[in-house]
């Protein structure tokens, strides 16, 4: 019987906000940890289209994220979003949840192996900061279908590398000059998701990478973001859920 409780006290109603590649795998996933799915919604969210959920996992497109998770805060909806491509309009909605009393967390990357990626970036950034001879690059590769060029991944790690090393400022597109760090965005067939950092020099090249080999992680590391998230109130992140 102490097994059916436990499970039942960690039973939440989710709301799917955006029903794509991902919210399907999501939807797998929340069930098989004994949750319930009361909405799968392709559009805008409402009162009653959300069915009442504990908490809604947002994965949509860049051009109605910010609508999406403004409609679930409003109703004092939690919202876990891993939608990139959105973010001039992040601040915005960190104040909404608050103004709101509800919770927002969004992730660049819900995967477990990306953020211990993100922690060892930083780490290595700091360490390389006053080594004059490594120049570095990043270079990121997704599937083809994939709307926004750089990866919020990408943009995440570069920002850990921008606030650890104090020779860069900025990020842009292609090669890296002077104090803008370089991305490249490679689009490619059905890859879930490369990422890698390079620090070369005249000699030698040191990398540090992440390949994910599918979509599960992801989806795994929203629907765990989302048991976290119930009952709480505020801004977090995925440092947050783990820890680091």
Same mark, same amino acid.
């Given at each position: 019987?102490?097994?059916?409780?436990?499970?039942?006290?960690?039973?939440?109603?989710?709301?799917?906000?955006?029903?794509?590649?991902?919210?399907?795998?999501?939807?797998?996933?929340?069930?098989?940890?004994?949750?319930?799915?009361?909405?799968?919604?392709?559009?805008?969210?409402?009162?009653?289209?959300?069915?009442?959920?504990?908490?809604? $996992?947002?994965?949509?497109?860049?051009?109605?994220?910010?609508?999406?998770?403004?409609?679930?805060?409003?109703?004092?909806?939690?919202?876990?979003?891993?939608?990139?491509?959105?973010?001039?309009?992040?601040?915005?909605?960190?104040?909404?949840?608050?103004?709101?009393? #509800?919770?927002?967390?969004?992730? #660049?990357? *819900?995967?477990?192996?990306?953020?211990?990626? *993100?922690?060892?970036?930083?780490?290595?950034?700091?360490?390389?900061?006053?080594?004059?001879?490594?120049?570095?690059?990043?270079?990121?590769?997704?599937?083809?279908?994939?709307?926004?060029?750089?990866?919020?991944?990408? $943009? #995440?790690?570069?920002?850990?590398?921008?606030?650890?090393?104090?020779?860069?400022?900025?990020?842009?597109?292609?090669?890296?000059?002077?104090?803008?760090?370089?991305?490249?965005?490679?689009?490619?067939?059905?890859?879930?998701?490369?990422? #890698?950092?390079?620090?070369?020099?005249?000699?030698?090249?040191?990398?540090?990478?992440?390949?994910?080999?599918?979509?599960?992680?992801?989806?795994?590391?929203?629907?765990?973001?989302?048991?976290?998230?119930?009952?709480?109130?505020?801004?977090?992140?995925?440092?947050?859920?783990?820890?680091?």
């Amino acid at each position: 019987m102490a097994q059916d409780h436990t499970k039942y006290r960690h039973h939440m109603r989710i709301a799917l906000v955006g029903y794509g590649k991902m919210g399907k795998i999501i939807d797998e996933i929340a069930q098989k940890r004994g949750h319930e799915i009361v909405a799968r919604l392709k559009e805008t969210p409402t009162a009653e289209n959300l069915n009442n959920p504990d908490v809604a $996992i947002e994965f949509s497109l860049p051009e109605v994220a910010y609508d999406n998770i403004k409609a679930c805060l409003k109703h004092q909806i939690p919202v876990i979003c891993g939608t990139t491509g959105w973010l001039d309009k992040k601040e915005e909605v960190e104040k909404i949840a608050v103004d709101n009393d #509800s919770a927002f967390l969004y992730g #660049s990357n *819900f995967s477990l192996g990306v953020n211990l990626f *993100f922690a060892l970036n930083e780490k290595v950034a700091d360490i390389m900061k006053n080594v004059d001879e490594y120049s570095c690059q990043l270079e990121e590769i997704h599937h083809i279908h994939k709307k926004d060029a750089p990866s919020g991944t990408a $943009i #995440s790690i570069a920002e850990g590398i921008i606030k650890n090393n104090p020779k860069f400022n900025a990020w842009k597109l292609e090669e890296t000059q002077d104090k803008e760090l370089g991305i490249f965005a490679i689009r490619e067939d059905e890859v879930p998701g490369t990422h #890698s950092v390079y620090y070369k020099s005249e000699v030698d090249e040191i990398e540090i990478k992440h390949t994910a080999f599918n979509r599960n992680g992801f989806a795994l590391g929203a629907v765990v973001a989302a048991e976290w998230i119930k009952d709480k109130k505020g801004n977090f992140t995925m440092k947050d859920v783990l820890g680091l």
